[in-house]
DNA sequence: CAATCCCTTGTGGAAATCCACGAAAGCAAA
DNA sequence: TTTGCTTTCGTGGATTTCCACAAGGGATTG
């Protein structure tokens, strides 16, 4: 199949513009485009429900929100409702991240079609996307993929991640203990949140805990 | 005057080319391209010396690198070395960032001519920049205008900075002390590097420093 | 000059964290 | 079940940080 019909959800209208411009260098009858989650949501709708379903999204991550309040506001969560409305849609998940979380969330959760690193050769890539797209196959860009194949030293269990947003949030480690026995989660006396925080030192290498947060937020992982 | 010889210098090649196309819509002779720092430094050098020089750049700030080592790593760092070596080129800072302390950068010591921060109207904006600097004016973003005008609540002293950046980095108090006395820093005792840490957490509302390096990195202030 | 304000620094004690040792509990494989 | 490994968690002591009080120094002002 080709795609006959397309819409560009990203909120910096110059990109919009470029993915545009250069799509109409594709054989594409039809491209919309939208500058925000909750308006590319609503055309997709009403394409849907006029018969004239678009075939494929190809979607920003983040966007900013111009009004007071949105619904969605980011790629994922369109994507996520996007895909449930109209199952059979393909999309494309086009942003300049190429974290292993945000890939790898994007791929086996909420399942979108491809994803593609802004960058360098863009174009070519989203190219090779549609490409992959219309022979009913996924498509992950090389960046993405090296992304993917690093193996992440730094994974984090929930509890791990918790610990660490508390702490980043201003929990003491008491604080931490008494939150999770409201919570019902375990481990949570304060011995074990000291032992779990004094392990994350050892493993991200921190010789302090402020050191430890400052790492973690670094690397994206809370 | 108008501008006739137009440098785009821009990493990402969709938002490359979405500024290219906006462009042709305007009165803009010769547009050129480049996606790293290092050719755009080269295109205008060279353009210098056959005698035809660009009137206008305009740059991203930030640049992946796609070279081993490249001279030249951002947006500030072309336009300040494009304006040593052609003092009379207008420049246009046009970034995804909308932070207090880049623009003023960019403004007040790098003398950038105009700043805009892509968005929603980012076309818009740089055709009101482009007008601006034909008649000699400078221009900034109402985006930048507003968060330069949003008092910095979190304007930091360098010696603040470096207490914030060495306890990221792992530096206990007692360590901070013994570095500030090693370069001839002060104050320097260790209590007074806790009564700094104590005043930022007052400042951030940070009820411990873990928060505090969390906070300040949020607000990109290390 | 005295009065005042602000900043640095010291002191001492409280609080929090860090760290080592070890007991108990949970779990998996033999 | 036994064995062995890991995790949880208590204890106690060292280290670090936090906090309140106050002395001294430098700059400013009346």
Same mark, same amino acid.
């Given at each position: 199949? /080709?795609?006959?019909?397309? %819409? !560009?959800? #990203?909120?910096?209208? =110059?990109?919009?513009?470029?993915?545009?411009?250069?799509? +109409?260098?594709?054989?594409?009858?039809?491209?919309?485009?939208?500058?925000?989650?909750?308006?590319?949501?609503?055309?997709?709708?009403?394409?849907?429900?006029?018969?004239?379903?678009?075939?494929?999204?190809?979607?920003?991550?983040?966007?900013?929100?111009?009004?007071?309040?949105?619904?969605? /506001?980011?790629?994922?969560? %369109? !994507?996520? #409702?996007?895909?449930? =409305?109209?199952?059979?849609?393909?999309?494309?998940?086009? +942003?300049?991240?190429?974290?292993?979380?945000?890939?790898?969330?994007?791929?086996?959760?909420?399942?979108?079609?491809?994803?593609?690193?802004?960058?360098?050769?863009?174009?070519?890539?989203?190219?090779?996307?549609?490409?992959?797209?219309?022979?009913?196959?996924?498509?992950?860009?090389?960046?993405?993929?090296?992304?993917?194949?690093?193996?992440?030293?730094?994974?984090?269990?929930?509890?791990?991640?918790?610990?660490?947003?508390?702490?980043?949030?201003?929990?003491?480690?008491?604080?931490?203990?008494?939150?999770?026995?409201?919570?019902?989660?375990?481990?949570?006396?304060?011995?074990?949140?000291?032992?779990?925080?004094?392990?994350?030192?050892?493993?991200?290498?921190?010789?302090?805990?402020?050191?430890?947060?400052?790492?973690?937020?670094?690397?994206?992982?809370?």
């Amino acid at each position: 199949m /080709t795609f006959t019909k397309v %819409l !560009i959800a #990203e909120d910096i209208d =110059i990109s919009n513009e470029g993915i545009a411009s250069k799509l +109409s260098a594709l054989d594409i009858a039809q491209v919309e485009q939208s500058q925000s989650c909750d308006n590319a949501l609503l055309k997709i709708k009403r394409a849907l429900h006029d018969g004239e379903p678009f075939q494929l999204l190809i979607s920003d991550l983040s966007f900013v929100s111009h009004t007071p309040e949105p619904k969605l /506001t980011s790629g994922q969560e %369109l !994507i996520t #409702e996007v895909k449930r =409305i109209q199952p059979n849609i393909k999309t494309i998940a086009f +942003s300049v991240w190429n974290k292993q979380q945000i890939i790898k969330e994007l791929i086996e959760d909420i399942k979108a079609d491809a994803y593609i690193c802004k960058g360098l050769n863009g174009f070519k890539e989203l190219t090779k996307a549609i490409n992959a797209l219309a022979k009913n196959e996924t498509y992950i860009c090389p960046i993405a993929t090296a992304s993917l194949q690093r193996k992440n030293v730094f994974e984090l269990t929930e509890y791990e991640k918790q610990i660490l947003q508390l702490t980043a949030k201003g929990f003491k480690q008491q604080d931490i203990s008494d939150y999770f026995k409201s919570k019902n989660i375990t481990p949570n006396s304060r011995r074990s949140i000291e032992d779990h925080l004094s392990k994350l030192r050892d493993n991200f290498n921190a010789s302090t805990t402020p050191q430890l947060i400052y790492l973690a937020q670094s690397l994206e992982l809370i």
